[in-house]
Structures are given as C-alpha cells and as structure tokens.
C-alpha cells in the first residue's frame, strides 16, 4: 500500500473523529440529492442500494458526458465526473463525500448540471437545486 493511502486513511479517520455527524450528513445530503434527481427528467442509475457518498445519473441519450463534464468545469468550476471501463460516456457521479457534502457545494453543482443540461436542449419543471434545498427540510 502506498504510503500516500495511509496518509489519506489517517486524515479521513481523523475527519470522523472531528465531525461526529459527517455519517449523517452523508445520509441527508445523498437522499436529498436524489429526491432532487428522480424528480427531473435524469434518471439514477441504480433504482436501490445507493451511496451516500455518490450519486450516479444515466447520460441523457444523444448527449455527450465528456461535453457536459467539460461545460460544467468551464462555465460553472463546477467538477463532477464520468465513470469508465463498461460505465464509460454512459454516467456521471457527483460526489457528496466529507467537505463536498455541503448544503451549498451540492446545490450549486446541481444548478450547474442543470443549466449545462438545459444549454443542450433538456427541459426541466423544476429546479434541481429548489427540489433539493426542498428535501432538506
């Protein structure tokens, strides 16, 4: 094991110990931010068994994935990202994990997908980031 892992390990046990409720920050910023999703016209990419660390959304069909992750960076410094191997161009996650699992860093992204998204012809009823926030209470 590289001892950069260890590190990393050590930091992450260390950011636990600090934060007694990351867990359930975890838990309330994941299942809000999937209620925000399932509530557009994305579509998760598991119906069960989620993460509250990540959330995964099909690649609307017709839409590039490297293009929307591209747009997101450039016009919003927003960094989400794609998978690979088999998963490769069909998804992306957005990270909810210990500092990206902040009430503001989740909306914001999600604002940005929406806006990249409506950029290349999706149509949403409601905001992501208004369904979230929503969610949360």
Known sequence: MPISDIYGLDQAVD???FDQE????HAMIGKATRKAIKNSPLELYLQNGYSNTVSVIKVPNG???QELLRKMRQDYQVMITGSFDRLAGKVLRIGHMGENART???AYSLYALQKVLEESGLKFKTSLQEDFLQALK
């Open 22 to 25: 990351i867990l359930k920050r």
């Open 63 to 65: 839409l590039n994935d």
């Open 15 to 17: 950011n636990i110990l």
């Open 104 to 106: 503001s860093k989740v």
